[in-house]
């Protein structure tokens, strides 16, 4: 993925500074560095910042192969103000399928592990796809539908985010779940013109509000958020600037846990992907955040 910060004549966006990893020098093979989130408000690295940037640094290592799945689970919590290292191992390159494992390190402990799947171009077989629903256009929702506050918290990324969360009276819900959102998302900046760039990206924003879908059934319900693991099916091509439909679902919780689990259509009805996660929501302790959050207050001099 070497296009991410060149072939856009405006200065680059932050995802793609995030995404633009160093590889290290040194006896290690296939190890790369990735920037801090820098978060105005967060002590914590948001998990899809992480899983965005494990799996851009297993891409670096396959040729003639795009990303299909890939399955994470978060270990330890992460320094938002701090790089990340990423480890790749290679157990195997296939004719049709590879597959790569990456551990994310701060301080030489493992943050994150993940394994991803990479398939070649040029396969065929049947075709089918779920339906999306009938959900307002975004330029058809009200204004105060927009909601940053759902994102990881900097305010370089929210600036570059649009996402809106559709009001459960705007469409028909689904019957058969007690929980449950749906979101239009989209980057408000153009993006590079490659596929594996826009998967990253996805990895990156799949994260993003997905848990609260599993709080839509306890409004007010004060918890403790923290994603557990992750996984996503990249299914068809897609675009990340243009609007994505986050279809949400939480079929469960139960012990301090939510599954969580959401289809991601574009604007003309495809399914492109399906993104399933596990995480903390524990009752939250008084005086406790949902998240932890920086103190505002200044350091002393």
Same mark, same amino acid.
């Given at each position: 993925m070497s296009a991410t910060l060149s072939n856009l004549s405006e200065s680059p966006t932050y995802i793609q500074r995030?995404?633009?990893?160093?590889?290290?020098?040194?006896?290690? @093979?296939?190890?790369? =560095?990735?920037? *801090?989130?820098?978060?105005?408000h967060f002590v914590r690295t948001f998990g899809g910042h992480v899983a965005g940037q494990?799996?851009?640094?297993?891409?670096?290592?396959?040729?003639?192969?795009?990303?299909?799945?890939?399955?994470?689970?978060?270990l330890r919590p992460g320094d938002a103000n701090a790089e990340t290292?990423?480890?790749?191992?290679? @157990?195997?390159?296939? =004719?049709?399928? *590879?597959?790569?494992?990456?551990?994310?390190?701060?301080?030489?402990?493992?943050?994150?592990?993940?394994?991803?799947?990479?398939h070649r171009a040029g396969d065929e077989g049947p075709e089918h796809s779920d339906e999306m629903r009938a959900v307002p256009a975004p330029d058809e929702l009200p204004a105060e539908t927009k909601a940053p506050n759902l994102g990881p918290g900097s305010r370089h990324d929210l600036n570059e985010w649009d996402i809106r969360v559709v009001p459960p009276e705007m469409y028909s819900p689904n019957q058969y779940t007690t929980s449950q959102q749906v979101v239009w998302f989209r980057s408000t900046r153009r993006l590079p013109d490659e596929d594996t760039f826009h998967a990253c990206t996805l990895t990156y924003?799949?994260?993003?509000?997905?848990?609260?879908?599993?709080?839509?059934?306890?409004?007010?319900?004060q918890v403790q958020l923290a994603s557990l693991d992750h996984a996503v099916w990249f299914l068809r091509p897609f675009r990340a600037d243009e609007w994505l439909l986050y279809d949400q679902i939480s079929p469960s919780a139960h012990a301090g846990r939510a599954l969580t689990h959401g289809r991601?259509?574009?604007?003309?009805?495809?399914?492109?992907?399906?993104?399933?996660?596990?995480?903390?929501?524990?009752n939250l302790r008084e005086g406790a955040h949902a998240v932890p959050e920086r103190d505002p207050r200044p350091e002393p001099m």
């Open positions: 995030i995404l633009d990893l160093e590889r290290c020098d040194g006896n290690e @093979p296939d190890t790369f =560095r990735g920037a *801090a989130m820098h978060s105005d494990a799996l851009v640094a297993a891409t670096r290592t396959v040729e003639g192969k795009k990303v299909h799945s890939l399955h994470g689970y978060f290292e990423y480890r790749v191992g290679r @157990p195997r390159d296939g =004719r049709s399928f *590879a597959t790569r494992t990456v551990e994310a390190l701060q301080g030489g402990e493992v943050l994150f592990s993940m394994q991803a799947s990479f924003m799949s994260d993003m509000t997905l848990l609260h879908s599993a709080l839509a059934a306890h409004p007010g319900h991601i259509f574009d604007q003309q009805g495809r399914l492109v992907a399906v993104v399933v996660q596990e995480g903390l929501t524990r």
